[in-house]
């Protein structure tokens, strides 16, 4: 298929037949994997970045990411809550404990049933081991821990092996193939399909999460994944999920799974 | 103390040119925005910034509220003596945070 000659319309019609094909027909996902990245093919967001911002990304001291990862070393030893207790009474050192955590992020979560992002983990292990009050889902607290953790697991493959995690992926691929919002769009037609060109005079990245949380210069604060999509899903002009929904974490455990064998940035940093 | 990452060689030659780097965790609220409920955010941004190197100053930027957050500020000095080189931020209400770096120069 000659895609790069299409025009953008006509290849979103194509897409979006291709899309409810697939949703008519989940058993065979056929249709919908044919017009997924070969793996050989993908590139993390970071290879369309100004020389500047790379410059930014790849030193520590200059990476305003790992202000966020200084802040969450202090909160790592910071007793709390009614266990009094703080991550390093249990983890130890973040440096040795966490690594590769991180990559392997979506984790299915047997006694819930569903897996679980970074953020989420975090989350469970604050309520449930330090019975301390939740952080605030994209709070400075929360991000800078969930920082901490992913620095541990720069430049590790993403890791996306347990089977069952495969309904989620699933799940995750249908929404990330379906259309929505006022734009009528769905977030292959762009990832997918024409990643490369240029949407408002900027290149369009694949989509692989393989920095987050990310330093965002436009938000100039560091950001989670589910941010990140919600700022996607109100570009398209779409109803956006809640925060911790469980379609943002079937989005999430699918975009890694998509981006499996990458390596992590983390805390990159993102124009 | 707000977290700062600062990059100083930790060593130089006598008369080597050396770059200096600088990151401090701040908004820099500009004053320009406004709450959902129509309340204006008051400006809360670093205004000054100061390098000195063995208690000489060195370095001194102004910074205004079009400055990015979290700014990071990198200049060149000449490596002269062995010592210190003390940074200092200054802002509104108050703010005061600093940080030094030590620097052998043979």
Redesign the interface.
């Known amino acids: 298929m000659s895609r790069a000659r299409l025009s953008l319309p006509d290849n979103m019609r194509r897409h979006g037949c291709a899309a409810a094909v697939a949703i008519a027909l989940l058993s065979s996902m056929n249709v919908a994997e044919a017009a997924e990245i070969p793996l050989d093919q993908r590139r993390s967001s970071y290879d369309l970045m100004s020389r500047e911002t790379k410059a930014?990304q790849d030193?520590?001291?200059?990476n305003?990411g790992?202000?966020w990862v200084?802040?969450g070393e202090a909160l790592w030893r910071a007793k709390a809550g009614e266990a009094n207790r703080a991550c390093a009474d249990c983890h130890g050192d973040a440096r040795d404990s966490m690594k590769g955590v991180a990559a392997r992020h979506p984790a299915y979560d047997a006694k819930r049933g569903q897996p679980v992002d970074l953020e989420g983990r975090i989350s469970i292990c604050r309520a449930e081991q330090q019975k301390a009050p939740a952080f605030a889902l994209e709070s400075r607290e929360l991000l800078a821990l969930s920082a901490l953790v992913a620095r541990q697991s720069r430049g590790m493959p993403i890791e996306s092996k347990d089977e069952r995690l495969r309904p989620f992926i699933d799940k995750g691929r249908v929404l990330f193939t379906t259309r929505q919002g006022q734009l009528d769009i769905a977030c292959a037609q762009c990832h997918d399909d024409n990643w490369g060109k240029k949407l408002a005079g900027i290149a369009m990245p694949q989509a692989h999460p393989t920095g987050y949380p990310v330093y965002r210069?436009e938000w100039?604060?560091v950001g989670s994944l589910q941010r990140r999509l919600r700022n996607c899903m109100i570009g398209t002009r779409a109803e956006t999920y809640l925060y911790g929904s469980a379609e943002y974490v079937a989005l999430e455990t699918f975009l890694m799974w998509r981006a499996r064998g990458m390596l992590m940035e983390s805390p990159a940093v993102r124009p | 103390m707000t977290?700062?990452?600062?990059?100083v060689p930790a060593k130089a030659k006598r008369g080597e040119i050396i770059a200096i780097?600088t990151?401090?965790?701040h908004t820099?609220e500009t004053g320009f925005r406004y709450t959902t409920a129509g309340e204006r955010i008051p400006r809360n941004i670093i205004h000054t910034f100061v390098a000195a190197y063995n208690g000489e100053e060195i370095f001194r930027a102004e910074l205004f509220p079009a400055t990015?957050?979290?700014p990071?500020i990198?200049f060149h000095t000449v490596a002269t003596e062995s010592g210190t080189i003390e940074f200092k931020w200054s802002g509104d209400n108050g703010y005061v945070s600093t940080a030094s770096a030590k620097i052998v120069v043979e």
């Open positions: 930014m030193e520590d001291t200059s305003p790992m202000l200084l802040e210069l100039q604060t | 977290p700062a990452l600062i990059n780097k990151l401090i965790s820099m990015s957050a979290n990071f990198t």
